[in-house]
């Protein structure tokens, strides 16, 4: 079956069959919701929690733009909850959907577009394009789009293996993908007085404050993700009297839900990011923070399992409480001009004002980021701006030496 689109009305109408590009064998009935189905199926018992989030809502963003010509569903909220909630969550289907939910669910068997309607550059794009918007029809973030579309080649691997394709459909399909800018921006990042600041009105605030100002100074003295400083334990810290000490780092600690983990809880532990299971990440910590995190553990102590961070019950440090803590310290102490230009919005600027202060105070590139946990090719991406800093530092030190050797050389030739 062939859909071709009709460009007066954006719409797909049936054309007669012919053998579709790329395919090798006829797929069947299988339509693209079985495959999405039975692919998360396969690979749910090798995926962490947050991984299959992820993937559920792709699918569920996905799924209802391949459909035959001319189908709707009158309630998309609705049909796109039953597909996240519960035809994409295997940890779900041990239960009968909700009513609502099995009519959608009914609806979109009924409807979902055959596998071979994939190999069809028009319905591919209707797909991609549905990608990049919200279900309330507004642009969405452009790095979600990749990352949904990135789920969307995924399955389509499938059948290629499977002998359906020669070939995955969108490795020859044109389509643009919304850009992305990963570079930091300079303005959003704090210079060391900015941050001096912002740590000592985290540490003045009343309740969880002063046990997070450790928690926010690891982000920015060794650079750390909120995850592996939610992750950081007692016997991963050198922390002498005096002089540099050390955070050997060695996991995280993600939200993942308590729908889409295999025990119900609502965290996970994992690896570093992108590292094998026992990798480590050693970072060097300078001798003021060294003081910081001992007053910590003088003053708090740590959990049973050891870990420096923990909220009230003694359970993992949420997201949303240290967001909180963090807004409000900005609020206290940046200017209006400072708060309007977006300086250190994030928590995760602290990172990015660590590694940038490691690159202006001239620390290799190739150090900084095996500090920070990253290959040096996303080092260079997301720093150029404060890379040219660096290298204008380098040619300074170069000239400079140059000029050294040429008065060396002058005064060898005068004797």
């Not at 740590?199 to 909120?226: D, I, K, S």
Request: proline share 6%.
């Amino acid at each position: 079956m062939i859909l071709v689109e009709n460009p007066s009305t954006r719409s797909f109408a049936v054309a007669q069959d012919r053998p579709t590009r790329g395919q090798r064998r006829e797929v069947g009935k299988s339509s693209w919701y079985d495959l999405a189905h039975e692919y998360l199926d396969q690979r749910w018992d090798r995926t962490p929690g947050n991984t299959r989030r992820t993937l559920a809502d792709a699918f569920a963003t996905i799924t209802p733009a391949l459909v035959l010509p001319g189908a709707t569903y009158s309630e998309p909220r609705s049909l796109r909850r039953a597909l996240y909630s519960w035809a994409f969550n295997k940890n779900a289907w041990g239960e009968e959907p909700k009513e609502e939910w099995r009519r959608a669910l009914d609806w979109m068997k009924r409807n979902s577009l055959p596998v071979s309607a994939l190999a069809e550059a028009d319905v591919l794009r209707h797909a991609l394009d549905a990608l990049c918007r919200k279900l309330d029809g507004k642009k969405a973030a452009a790095k979600t789009a990749r990352r949904k579309r990135a789920a969307l080649n995924e399955v389509l691997n499938s059948p290629v293996e499977k002998g359906y394709f020669a070939e995955n459909p969108l490795n020859s399909l044109r389509w643009n993908a919304p850009a992305v800018n990963e570079e930091v921006d300079p303005a959003a990042v704090p210079n060391p007085a900015q941050v001096t600041r912002l740590l000592a009105a985290v540490a003045q605030q009343r309740g969880r404050g002063p046990h997070l100002e450790a928690f926010f100074g690891c982000m920015y003295y060794a650079a750390m993700r909120p995850a592996e400083a939610i992750h950081l334990r007692l016997e991963q810290c050198h922390l002498p009297e005096t002089g540099w000490g050390m955070l050997n780092l060695s996991g995280v600690v993600v939200t993942a839900g308590k729908d889409w983990t295999d025990d119900g809880a609502v965290h996970e532990v994992h690896s570093l990011k992108r590292r094998a299971a026992t990798a480590t990440r050693p970072v060097p910590i300078p001798p003021r923070f060294v003081r910081v995190l001992r007053a910590h553990i003088d003053r708090f102590g740590v959990a049973p399992d050891g870990r420096l961070f923990r909220n009230q019950a003694g359970n993992y440090v949420d997201p949303a409480a240290y967001g909180t803590t963090w807004a409000r310290a900005r609020e206290y102490v940046l200017t209006r001009m400072e708060l309007t230009s977006g300086l250190a919005k994030r928590p995760y600027d602290l990172r990015h004002a660590g590694i940038s202060f490691w690159l202006y105070s001239g620390v290799d590139p190739a150090e900084c980021a095996r500090r920070a946990g990253q290959s040096i090719e996303v080092l260079f991406r997301h720093y150029a701006k404060f890379l040219d800093g660096v290298r204008e530092q380098a040619n300074r030190l170069i000239e400079q030496s140059m000029e050294e050797w040429d008065r060396v050389s002058r005064g060898e030739a005068a004797r």
